[in-house]
C-alpha cells in the first residue's frame, strides 16, 4: 500500500500499517497525559468499584448478584487474562466493558483518543462510537447475519472504518487464509460453519481492524492446535500492536501464551465482603 | 463534532376518545441511525409511526424536523405544500401491506418513476433508466418493469416498495412492520436488502416490529413501547440481553429460539 492510501484512511486505520515501535512513539505525543506520570494515567481502561446484580422479574424478582466491587487498570500492549471458575462474572464483566450489559454502580472508564468514556454512563449513542473505533470484542459465538458470506462478515468492520470494500475483501481473504478457513467457505454465509469454522470467522472479525482495546470471551474454545496457534500467533501481533487485551482463556497453553497476567474476578468479591 | 438530531419528539400523546393511543413520549434520532419501535399489538407503536410521520394529529406534545437547509421545524407549523414535498422527497414510508404503498394498478418501473416525477423529474429515458437500476437494486428482474405488481409475490412487491421509498434518496424512513407476513426465507432476503441499502445510503429509519429478531439485525438503539408509554430505551444489544423492565424481560424471554 502506497502512503496516499494512507492517508484517505481513518487515523486508527493508518497507523495500524506502521512499524509497532512508531506507532508507540506517535501514541505517546498524542495522548494526553505526558510520560512519566504516574502509571495510572497510561491505562486504557480503568475499572473501580463495579458492580452488578440481575434483577429477575419473571422469578419474583429474584437477585442474581454476577460482579460485585471489580476494580482493575490495563494497559496498551498488554494482554491480561480473567480468571476464576465458571459463573464466577467473568463474562458478565466482559459484557459491561463492552457496554452490552448495563451496570448498576461503579466505573468502566475507556480511553478514547484524547477523551476518556465512561461506559457505565455512557450514552448510547457514545457507545456506538466508541465500539466503532475503540473497542473490539470477540464474542464465543458469531451471531449469523442471513445471506452475509463469511468474507463479508469480516471485511464489514474495515468497510466500516472507511476502508474501500476491494481492499478490505483482500484483507478478511488473506486472515480467513491464514486461521485455515477452506476457501470454499468463504463465499457463503457462515449459518451452516461447524462450531470451530464459525469461530475462526468471529475471530477475523473481531481482529481485523485496529481497535486499541480488544475484549475476548473464550477465542479459542473450539479450535484444533494449529489453529490456537494462529490464534496465539495474532494475538502476540496486537499486543506489539499496542493493543490492550482483556480476555477469558479458559485454554492454559493459550493462557500461558498470550497473557502476562491474570485477574481473579473471585477476590472482587472477597475484597467487598 | 457536534451531530445534531434530525428528528425531535417531545412529550408526544396522541388519545381516541377516552383511549389513549400512545403518551408522554419522547425522542430523537440522528442521520443514519436505526431506532426500533417494540412491543406488542396494541402498545401503541403504530400510533407513535403515524405520529411522527404527521399521518396522525398529536393530542399533546409535537415533533420538529431537520430541514435539509439545517433548520429544525415544529412539523405542525409546516404548511399542507411544505409537508407534501417533504414526504415525497426526504421521507420514505414502507408500509407491512405493500398494496398500501403501491399503486397497484401501475407498472412497476411506473412505482418507482412516479417518485422521481413528484420531485420535477420530467425526461422519460432518464426515469425509465434510473427505475431500473432501482429495480435490480432490489434484486427484481428488469423483464418485469412494465409488469404491474398484482402479479408480484408478497416479497417482490415489499422489494419494489423499498424502490420507490428509496429512489428520491429521501434521508428518513419510516418503515411500519415491513417483515410482517412474509415467509422466512423470504424475510431474510429483505432484511439483508434493507440493511445494506440503509448502511450504503446513511439513512434514519425508524422502524416499528414486534420481532426482535428483526430489530437487533437492523437497528442501533431500540425503544420498548407498552400501553402506549416508553418503558425502556437503550442500545439494541443491551435491551436484548440485558433487559430492565419486567415487561421487557417477558418480552424477550418469549421469543422461540430455532
Not at chain 2, 463534532?1 to 377516552?18: D, F, R, S, V
Amino acid at each position: 500500500m502506497t502512503t496516499t492510501d494512507n492517508a484517505s484512511h481513518p487515523a486508527s486505520l493508518a497507523v495500524e500499517e506502521r512499524e509497532p515501535e512508531e506507532r508507540m512513539a506517535s501514541a505517546s505525543r498524542s495522548e494526553v497525559a505526558p510520560q512519566g506520570q504516574m502509571r495510572g494515567e497510561g491505562a486504557l481502561l480503568a475499572v473501580s468499584s463495579l458492580s452488578k446484580t440481575f434483577v429477575l422479574h419473571l422469578r419474583e424478582g429474584a437477585r442474581l448478584p454476577v460482579v460485585s466491587g471489580a476494580a482493575f487498570e490495563l494497559y496498551p500492549g498488554e494482554c491480561v487474562a480473567l480468571g476464576g471458575p465458571s459463573g464466577a462474572g467473568k463474562s458478565s464483566l466482559l459484557k459491561m466493558i463492552y457496554g452490552n450489559y448495563r451496570v448498576d454502580a461503579g466505573a468502566i472508564l475507556v480511553r478514547d483518543g484524547d477523551e476518556t468514556v465512561d461506559v457505565a454512563s455512557a450514552a448510547p449513542r457514545r457507545l456506538i462510537r466508541l465500539r466503532a473505533g475503540t473497542i473490539g470484542y470477540v464474542s464465543q459465538f458469531l451471531r449469523v447475519i442471513p445471506r452475509v458470506s463469511a468474507l463479508d462478515v469480516v471485511a464489514e468492520p474495515l468497510v466500516g472504518d472507511g476502508v474501500p470494500r476491494e481492499e478490505a475483501t483482500r484483507r478478511a481473504a488473506d486472515l480467513l487464509a491464514r486461521l485455515n478457513l477452506p476457501e470454499r467457505l468463504w463465499g457463503l454465509p457462515p449459518a451452516t460453519f461447524s462450531g470451530g469454522e464459525q469461530q475462526r470467522v468471529n475471530i477475523a472479525r473481531g481482529l481485523i481492524a485496529f481497535r486499541p482495546l480488544l475484549l475476548m470471551d473464550e477465542p479459542t474454545a473450539s479450535l484444533d492446535a494449529a489453529n490456537r496457534a494462529v490464534v496465539i500467533g495474532l494475538i502476540e501481533e496486537k499486543k506489539r500492536a499496542g493493543v490492550g487485551i482483556l480476555g477469558i482463556f479458559h485454554d492454559a497453553e493459550v493462557r500461558e501464551a498470550v497473557c502476562g497476567r491474570v485477574i481473579d474476578v473471585t477476590e472482587f468479591g472477597r475484597q467487598m465482603a | 463534532m457536534t451531530e445534531q438530531p434530525l428528528l425531535i419528539a417531545e412529550t408526544l400523546g396522541k388519545n381516541y376518545g377516552a383511549r389513549i393511543g400512545c403518551r408522554d413520549v419522547a425522542l430523537e434520532v440522528y442521520p443514519g441511525e436505526v431506532l426500533a419501535v417494540v412491543g406488542e399489538s396494541g402498545s401503541g407503536k403504530s400510533t407513535l409511526l403515524g405520529l411522527l410521520s404527521t399521518e396522525l394529529e398529536p393530542s399533546a406534545g409535537r415533533v420538529s424536523y431537520r430541514l435539509r437547509d439545517g433548520s429544525l421545524r415544529d412539523l405542525a407549523t409546516l404548511g399542507a405544500a411544505e409537508r407534501r414535498l417533504l414526504m415525497r422527497t426526504d421521507w420514505g414510508f414502507v408500509r407491512q401491506n405493500p398494496a398500501d404503498g403501491l399503486r397497484m394498478a401501475v407498472s412497476a418501473g411506473g412505482n418507482v418513476g412516479e417518485r422521481l416525477m413528484a420531485v420535477g423529474r420530467r425526461h422519460y429515458g432518464d426515469i425509465r433508466t434510473e427505475a431500473l437500476d432501482w429495480l435490480g437494486r432490489v434484486e427484481i428482474a428488469a423483464d418485469r418493469i412494465d409488469d404491474d405488481p398484482r402479479s408480484f409475490s408478497g416479497g417482490m412487491r415489499q422489494r419494489l416498495q423499498i424502490a420507490r421509498n428509496l429512489v428520491t434518496r429521501p434521508r428518513l424512513v419510516f418503515m411500519d412492520e415491513p417483515t410482517g407476513g412474509l415467509d422466512v426465507s423470504v424475510q431474510a432476503r429483505l432484511l439483508d436488502l434493507v440493511r445494506s441499502l440503509v448502511s450504503e445510503m446513511g439513512l434514519a429509519v425508524i422502524i416499528v416490529t414486534h420481532d426482535l429478531a428483526v430489530a437487533r439485525l437492523l437497528s442501533h438503539r431500540m425503544v420498548v413501547m407498552r400501553q402506549g408509554r416508553v418503558i425502556e430505551t437503550g442500545l439494541t444489544d443491551q435491551v436484548l440481553d440485558d433487559p430492565r423492565e419486567p415487561y421487557t424481560q417477558l418480552l424477550v424471554s418469549s421469543v422461540l429460539a430455532a
